[in-house]
C-alpha cells in the first residue's frame, strides 16, 4: 500500500450504499468511513454559548496516484444538542428548513495531506446552497486507520440560512464546526499487510478502533461486520 504522506466528513456528503467488493482501479485505495468520532456545531448567542454533536455520519475517501478526494455527510437528525427545542427551530421554514434540507455535505477537493495541520480546499453543501471553504486538518496514519481531524467556521446567512432570534436572545451568525472521523482500508486475498502490535494498541486504547488481521482479511472490526452481512 502506498505510504501516506498525506475528508470528509464535517460535517459531511449524500453516501450512497457501501460494497466493499466493488471493482476498482489497481492504482486506486478506497478508505470507507467508521462510525467513530464525532462532528459537533457550536455557536453563541448574546446570552449563552450552545453545542450539538454527532457520532453518527458517513463518508469516505479515495486515494489515487498519491492524491486523496473525499466526502463526509451529517444528517441534522443526528444532531443531539445541549440547547432545549433546537429540533423544531431547525425544522422551521425561516431558519434552517431540516425537513426540507437534511443533511449537510462537504467534499475534499484533490489533495495530498501532509503530517502537520494543513489547509484543505473544499465544497460546503447546506440549506441547498454549496460554497467553497477551508479546512484546518490533521491527518494520522495508522495502517489501516487513518484518523482525520478538523475545523472550520461558517456563516449561516452565506448559505441563506436566518440566525435564530426570539425575544431578546439572538444567535450569533458563525458556526464552528469540528470534526474527529475515522476511516479505514480493507484488504482481502490473503493480504501481506502489516500492523504493529503498537498500532493496535494505541488505535484500541485512544479511539476504541479494533483492527483485524486475519486469514484473507485486513481492515477494521466495523467493517468486518458490515461485509459479513452483505
Same mark, same amino acid.
Given at each position: 500500500m &502506498?505510504?501516506?504522506?498525506l475528508l470528509i466528513g464535517i !460535517? +459531511?456528503?449524500?453516501?450512497? =450504499?457501501v460494497t466493499l467488493r466493488a471493482e476498482k482501479p489497481l492504482d486506486q485505495e478506497m478508505y470507507y468511513i467508521l462510525q467513530k468520532g464525532f462532528i459537533s456545531v457550536a455557536g453563541k448567542t448574546n446570552l449563552f454559548n450552545f453545542k450539538g454533536e454527532a457520532i453518527k455520519h458517513e463518508g469516505q475517501l479515495v486515494e489515487s496516484g498519491g492524491s486523496y478526494t473525499g466526502k463526509l455527510l451529517l444528517r441534522f437528525s443526528q444532531l $443531539? @444538542?445541549?440547547l432545549p427545542l433546537v429540533d423544531k427551530v431547525l425544522q422551521? $421554514?425561516?431558519?434552517?428548513?431540516s425537513t426540507v434540507y437534511p443533511t449537510v455535505r462537504i467534499d475534499l477537493n484533490n489533495f *495530498?495531506?501532509?503530517?502537520? =495541520?494543513?489547509?484543505? &480546499?473544499? /465544497?460546503?453543501?447546506m440549506h441547498g446552497v454549496k460554497k467553497p471553504i477551508v479546512i484546518t486538518t490533521h491527518f494520522q496514519y495508522l495502517p489501516p486507520v *487513518?484518523? *482525520?481531524? +478538523? /475545523? @472550520?467556521?461558517?456563516?449561516q446567512s452565506? @448559505?441563506?440560512v $436566518? =440566525?435564530?432570534?426570539?425575544?431578546?436572545? &439572538? %444567535?450569533?451568525?458563525?458556526? $464552528? !464546526?469540528?470534526? &474527529? %472521523? @475515522?476511516?479505514?482500508? %480493507?484488504y482481502e486475498e490473503n493480504s501481506a499487510q502489516k500492523i504493529s502490535a503498537a498500532t493496535a494498541a494505541k488505535l484500541a486504547e485512544e479511539d476504541q478502533i479494533q483492527v483485524l488481521m486475519e486469514k484473507g482479511f485486513f481492515g477494521c472490526a466495523e467493517i468486518k461486520k458490515k461485509r459479513a452481512t452483505q
Open positions: &502506498k505510504a501516506l504522506t !460535517i +459531511g456528503l449524500l453516501c450512497s =450504499p $443531539k @444538542f445541549d422551521k $421554514k425561516e431558519y434552517m428548513n *495530498v495531506p501532509l503530517d502537520h =495541520p494543513t489547509k484543505i &480546499k473544499a /465544497n460546503l453543501e *487513518v484518523k *482525520v481531524t +478538523g /475545523n @472550520f467556521t461558517i456563516a452565506d @448559505f441563506g $436566518k =440566525p435564530y432570534r426570539s425575544g431578546l436572545m &439572538k %444567535v450569533k451568525d458563525d458556526l $464552528k !464546526i469540528q470534526f &474527529k %472521523v @475515522f476511516f479505514c482500508e %480493507v
